[in-house]
């Protein structure tokens, strides 16, 4: 006999807008810590290893994904571009290498 128990505990909103909302709020705070002169301090002491890493852990990861959040988009934009332009009618000259090539 094989029996299934579903445990239930405490129910918690986990949609898009609760995430968002709890990603948006530690944005700003490393937006903030940024601002500090902690942080100007902990540059000019730390060693440029320890520091990329420390950087990377916390401003350097929400800058990261900023950056990729704003040029996924930008390529798609460009490919788009590129293949509605035609390219193929722009380059005669590379039919012209091409057909003395396979002819």
């Known amino acids: 006999l094989h029996r299934e128990?579903?445990?239930v505990g405490k129910g918690r909103d986990l949609g898009f807008?609760?995430?968002l909302f709890f990603f948006a709020k530690?944005?700003?705070g490393t937006g903030e810590q940024l601002l500090t002169?902690?942080?100007k301090r902990l540059g000019?002491?730390?060693d440029l290893p320890e520091f990329l890493t420390f950087y990377y852990a916390h401003a350097g990861y929400y800058l990261t994904q900023f950056l990729l959040s704003k040029c996924i988009p930008l390529?798609?934009?460009t490919w788009l571009l590129l293949v509605l332009d035609?390219?193929?009618q722009n380059f005669p000259?590379?039919?012209e290498q091409q057909g003395g090539m396979l002819g």
Request: glycine share 0%; aromatic share 12%; charged share 25%.
């Open 17 to 19: 807008n609760s995430v």
């Open 26 to 28: 530690l944005f700003q």
């Open 86 to 88: 035609d390219p193929e």
């Open 37 to 39: 002169r902690q942080m």
């Open 5 to 7: 128990y579903l445990h």
């Open 44 to 46: 000019d002491e730390l």
């Open 75 to 77: 390529l798609v934009f």
């Open 93 to 95: 000259a590379i039919d």
